[in-house]
């Protein structure tokens, strides 16, 4: 039963994330797969390492526009016609028709969203050793779950269901939160060594972080069982809440609510990359014409990165307050949304049946940390296979205030030129789902999915994700320098 405001409160991050920007309306890194490790990425390298910004092929990169959006479960799938012709509202639905549940999945079931802008930006190389960039982000995400499979049946399967009287359920834990922030980044990298063989580089980013919206709820150590129909009984729980007071001030329309410089905070990147090369080149073919033609004349380059370190402090909205769940008696319908009932009018009526626990009026919302780990081998100067790992820091299970990456690892063949490239993107994440994508790089447009092969032999879905950005390249004519063989193209 208290599970039911759990899912009120995920409803609300999902509808504030995936609302925000009109065309994904459904990964918490600006990302593409292949495509953000390559030696072509420039700007959009620097939010997944920074250090990749040393040493690239340009003398400067200038960032248009881009936008990266995921949105992803493992307990509902809906067929294709529903992704291209969405209802107007939840309640629209029908389940079996328009989506279906995992009611006989093992373990515990998640959900996740993200929406990543990439505002104007820009990344400039001061010489042959460092760089710097600038880059300005609109993001947020939303994550929910740690659930198991009986309990999520509970309240999904037309709650409350007589069916599932007289059976007692245990809930160790649920929780969701989203947040919805503006990011300013200053980064600096610089080669730190080059004898020729071995080239390594190193850099950071120094975040200004404001805060927009954020909010959680987590419900620790419930068990309840249903009576009947018309009576349950909560033995034990506890349900930790809280959301920012601009989210209990709401506006229309929601951008009416994204303010540059409200509720201030801090965060970093820090990353290091490391290329063996062959031949004892080094990074020494800069000219005036084409700017460092030989970035891609290693056999293999590593690189470790940590990023998203950081939070924001909000205070919280008045009269927001934990909940003791014990009750020995409640009507199971009282804990339904009622029609025309808005999640806040919800949550202050739930609160008059349960007793208040005292809490700190702030909450610190912690942004998404992860170590991301990258081996790229080039083959022959065209091709190259990335391997790529990304693992969450902060999706332990008893900090309620915080959202998270999913952690995923991938391995993408890819081909890349001056002007074109193409990424294969194969990546399988934390809850064992796996994936195909497409990406395309044609000069200064880059777009692509890293689940849009497995979505098109997929009858029903329960994940999608898409990228596009469009940059200001130098783009030089004439013959081709001399270097490596990418460089001729």
Not at 109 to 134: H, K, R
Request: glycine share 10%; aromatic share 12%; net charge positive.
């Amino acid at each position: 039963m208290p599970f039911r405001l759990f899912r009120a409160a995920y409803l609300l991050c999902v509808i504030i994330a995936m609302s925000l920007f009109g065309p994904f309306k459904a990964q918490a890194q600006f990302t593409l797969g292949g495509y953000s490790n390559s030696h072509y990425a420039g700007i959009h390298g620097v939010p997944n390492n920074p250090a990749s910004a040393a040493g690239t092929h340009y003398k400067w990169d200038v960032n248009i526009a881009g936008v990266n959006a995921a949105a992803g479960n493992t307990y509902i799938r809906m067929p294709r016609s529903i992704l291209l012709h969405p209802p107007d509202s939840l309640r629209a639905l029908k389940k079996n028709r328009d989506y279906f549940l995992d009611t006989m999945g093992s373990g515990k079931q998640f959900a996740w969203g993200n929406v990543d802008v990439m505002m104007p930006s820009v990344l400039y190389s001061i010489d042959e050793l460092q760089s710097v960039a600038f880059t300005w982000r609109v993001r947020a995400m939303a994550n929910g779950g740690n659930v198991n499979t009986d309990v999520v049946n509970f309240f999904a399967q037309d709650f409350p269901n007589p069916n599932f009287t007289k059976r007692r359920y245990d809930m160790q834990i649920a929780n969701g939160s989203f947040h919805w922030w503006n990011e300013f980044g200053f980064t600096y990298a610089r080669v730190l060594k080059d004898d020729g063989s071995n080239v390594l580089k190193g850099g950071v980013t120094l975040k200004l972080l404001s805060g927009v919206a954020a909010g959680y709820a987590q419900v620790d150590n419930a068990t309840f069982m249903m009576d009947s129909r018309t009576s349950g009984e909560i033995n034990d729980g506890t349900l930790k809440i809280g959301y920012s007071d601009r989210v209990a001030n709401w506006e229309k329309p929601n951008m009416s609510n994204y303010k540059v410089f409200g509720n201030m905070g801090l965060g970093m990147d820090v990353g290091v990359t490391y290329e063996w090369r062959e031949t004892m080149d080094g990074l020494t073919g800069y000219d005036d014409t084409q700017w460092n033609p030989e970035a891609d004349d290693y056999r293999l380059r590593l690189g470790l990165s940590i990023t998203d370190l950081g939070g924001i402090t909000y205070k919280k909205a008045s009269n927001v307050t934990d909940l003791d769940l014990r009750t020995s008696n409640i009507n199971p319908d009282d804990l339904r949304v009622r029609k025309g009932e808005s999640w806040q009018q919800y949550y202050r009526r739930i609160q008059t049946y349960f007793t208040p626990v005292a809490s700190s009026d702030k909450f610190r919302m912690n942004t998404p940390a992860a170590l991301n780990l990258m081996a790229d081998y080039n083959i022959d100067g065209r091709f190259f296979v990335d391997a790529s790992g990304r693992i969450a820091l902060n999706a332990g299970k008893y900090d309620p205030s915080k959202t998270y990456v999913v952690s995923y690892f991938q391995v993408t063949p890819r081909y890349d030129s001056r002007y074109i490239g193409g990424y294969l993107p194969l990546s399988v994440n934390r809850n064992g789902q796996f994936d195909a994508g497409l990406g395309l790089r044609l000069g200064p447009l880059v777009i692509g999915s890293s689940t849009m092969l497995s979505n098109l032999f997929q009858k029903n879905k329960n994940r999608l994700d898409g990228f596009i950005a469009l940059r200001i390249i130098p783009i030089k004519r004439g013959e081709g320098k001399t270097g490596c063989p990418a460089a001729q193209f």
